[in-house]
């Protein structure tokens, strides 16, 4: 299954790959078969990235489902102002450009704070980019409490995609975005709800257990 938020870049690179083949057949000669090749590749690679395998989400009410597929960097605690207004424990993602990179909604409930903030374009795993970085910050409350958490752009990702609106009613494992290509999702929880991941965890969207209330 490919994500419906990336048939345009699909399409794009498609029709490219095509013409370039064409071309090649019309007037072959050694540039027009490495423009093909690399239109081949670049095809190919959007397959790939673009991938949005079907997930099984864990049910339960108090559950915390991991909203982004990569590596956890982070697990700590921080002031966010934002949403909360006060101490938080936070768990970073970082995506590399080999992880599926569809979004999912960590808890059901209603989107009651959505923001959208253009920034810098700082390495996605740098301490600061959570706050300078182009992101989108999402808040949602549940029946057991509240979540908020951040799709940020890196240095090569520049296109963050958020199907959300505010007063939205949503369920925990469904898609709401992506980012392209390669950067990072921050999560914020409370102080009482209980971490399941460490340092170094592999985590996959809709499918993972990050806390719990």
Same mark, same amino acid.
């Given at each position: 299954?490919?994500?419906?938020?990336?048939?345009?870049?699909?399409?794009?690179?498609?029709?490219l790959?095509v013409?370039?083949?064409?071309?090649?057949?019309?007037?072959?000669?050694t540039?027009?078969?490495?423009?093909?090749?690399?239109?081949?590749?670049?095809?190919?690679?959007?397959?790939?990235f673009?991938?949005?395998?079907?997930?099984?989400?864990?049910?339960?009410?108090? *559950? /915390?489902?991991?909203?982004?597929?990569?590596?956890?960097? =982070?697990? &700590?605690? !921080?002031?966010?102002t934002?949403? @909360?207004?006060?101490?938080?424990?936070?768990v970073?993602?970082?995506?590399?450009?080999?992880?599926?990179?569809v979004?999912?909604v960590?808890?059901s409930?209603?989107?009651?704070?959505?923001?959208?903030?253009?920034?810098?374009?700082?390495?996605?795993?740098?301490?600061?980019?959570?706050?300078?970085?182009?992101?989108?910050i999402?808040?949602?409350?549940?029946?057991?409490?509240?979540?908020?958490?951040?799709q940020?752009?890196? *240095? /090569?990702?520049?296109?963050?995609?958020?199907?959300?609106? =505010?007063? &939205?009613? !949503?369920?925990?494992?469904?898609? @709401?975005?992506?980012?392209?290509?390669?950067?990072?999702?921050?999560?914020?929880?409370?102080?009482?709800?209980?971490?399941?991941?460490?340092?170094?965890?592999?985590?996959q969207?809709?499918?993972?257990?990050?806390?719990?209330?």
């Amino acid at each position: 299954m490919i994500a419906k938020d990336g048939m345009p870049v699909l399409a794009v690179t498609g029709i490219l790959t095509v013409v370039m083949f064409l071309l090649y057949w019309l007037f072959p000669n050694t540039i027009m078969l490495v423009v093909l090749c690399l239109a081949l590749f670049l095809f190919v690679f959007s397959l790939f990235f673009l991938r949005d395998p079907d997930r099984e989400t864990p049910s339960g009410e108090n *559950l /915390i489902i991991s909203p982004a597929d990569g590596t956890v960097i =982070k697990v &700590d605690q !921080v002031e966010e102002t934002d949403y @909360f207004a006060g101490k938080v424990q936070r768990v970073s993602i970082f995506m590399s450009v080999f992880n599926v990179h569809v979004n999912r909604v960590p808890v059901s409930g209603i989107v009651d704070y959505l923001e959208y903030e253009k920034g810098k374009f700082l390495a996605a795993f740098a301490d600061d980019a959570s706050d300078h970085n182009e992101r989108s910050i999402i808040g949602i409350s549940s029946a057991r409490g509240k979540i908020l958490f951040k799709q940020i752009a890196g *240095l /090569i990702a520049r296109r963050i995609v958020f199907n959300l609106n =505010k007063s &939205d009613s !949503v369920v925990a494992g469904e898609r @709401f975005g992506l980012i392209r290509y390669g950067s990072r999702v921050d999560i914020y929880m409370p102080l009482t709800a209980k971490i399941h991941v460490k340092l170094k965890d592999k985590v996959q969207s809709g499918k993972t257990i990050i806390g719990e209330f």
